[in-house]
């Protein structure tokens, strides 16, 4: 059917086509963040969707040391024991989320935001892909 | 002409998953539409092939991100513009260590003396301590480049390495010769 196209139209057909094969391709091979962290300490337990930390977004705007230095983060998915308490108390997540410097606790949504029952993990981590979940057939 | 430009946009775009369809957040929240889709921002950062498909050293090396250094204390920015060579590689290459690439976003701190002892080849591990999230892998492979970037580390010659080797021991035997 090519035939029938002139060239210009056929190399913009051909680019769809690719482009469509590309898109899906890529598409599939990326999840979310490389780097996301969701905390599900306590979040299951108390009826609350667990916690989505994108790293990505905050390293744009602070260095590592900001809150694996001064905040005292340690370098662990779920290895901080985090609670709303000491968030409104302004440590962890509460020394910037306060309504001053970003968005306050009440805002819960925003950070509780992923699907409920999402264990704790850094997305896309290697140890995370090199390890296939025991309760997968 | 446009029909391309909407074409490469959009394929850069398939680079990063909306926040409602990459099977993490929860599609049903109803604050998900006040939160930012990673597209809007790192696009216009400088590209890697992997990990967020940004290259975050030179993006702050080029000025293009500006991240701030301390909230609380001050923490001064202390960076140290030195690299460190890992000969115990095994068949792979030599690992060279950039200090400089390190400090600029860590505190000395963040990784000595608990991680690492600051004197060279003190510490101890294996590539399977760090696959398994310590060492090096406590960030890589979690949150900087992934560990299946082998070469990114692995980034030096054996011959070239005895070489360099072989002048920092003569440097250094200069220099207790002097005192």
Redesign the interface.
């Known amino acids: 059917m090519n035939q029938f196209l002139p060239p210009r139209q056929r190399a913009v057909l051909t680019a769809l086509v690719l482009f469509f094969v590309a898109g899906d391709w890529l598409g599939q091979s990326t999840q979310a963040e490389y780097g996301d962290v969701v905390i599900n300490n306590y979040s299951d337990d108390a009826g609350m969707r667990p916690v989505v930390f994108p790293h990505w977004f905050h390293r744009i705007r602070y260095r590592c040391k900001v809150c694996h230095g001064d905040l005292g983060f340690e370098f662990k998915a779920g290895g901080n024991d985090i609670n709303m308490l000491k968030i409104i108390d302004g440590e962890y997540c509460g020394a910037c989320h306060n309504g001053e410097h970003a968005w306050a606790v009440e805002n819960c949504d925003v950070c509780h935001s992923a699907k409920p029952g999402t264990p704790t993990q850094v997305h896309e981590s290697t140890l995370q892909k090199l390890i296939a979940p025991v309760d997968r057939p | 002409m446009g ?2 430009c909407v ?1 490469t946009l ?2 850069l775009a ?4 909306k ?1 409602a369809e ?5 599609p049903t ?4 539409k ?3 889709d ?1 597209t809007e ?2 696009s216009v950062l400088p590209p890697d092939s ?5 290259d ?1 050293i030179r993006a702050l090396q080029n000025g293009d ?1 500006k ?7 001050q ?1 001064e920015d202390e960076i140290l513009d030195l690299d460190v060579l890992i000969m115990a590689a095994g068949s792979a290459p030599i690992v060279r260590f950039p200090h400089k690439a390190h400090t ?4 000395c ?2 990784c000595h003396e608990h991680l690492f002892k600051s004197k060279a080849g003190a510490t101890q591990f294996t590539m399977l301590d760090i ?3 310590e060492y090096c ?7 900087s480049f ?3 970037e082998c070469n990114r580390c692995h980034s030096v010659d054996p011959d070239e390495a005895n070489r360099i080797q072989r002048e920092m021991a003569t440097a250094k035997a200069e220099a207790d010769d002097k005192q």
């Open positions: 029909l391309l074409l959009t394929a398939s680079n990063w998953q926040l990459d099977g993490l957040h929860d929240n109803p604050a998900l006040l939160l930012q990673p921002s790192l992997t990990g967020n498909k940004v975050w991100i991240p701030r250094s301390n909230i609380l204390e923490l600029e976003w860590l505190d701190s963040n696959l398994q999230g892998g406590t960030c890589h492979g979690a949150v992934p560990l299946t």
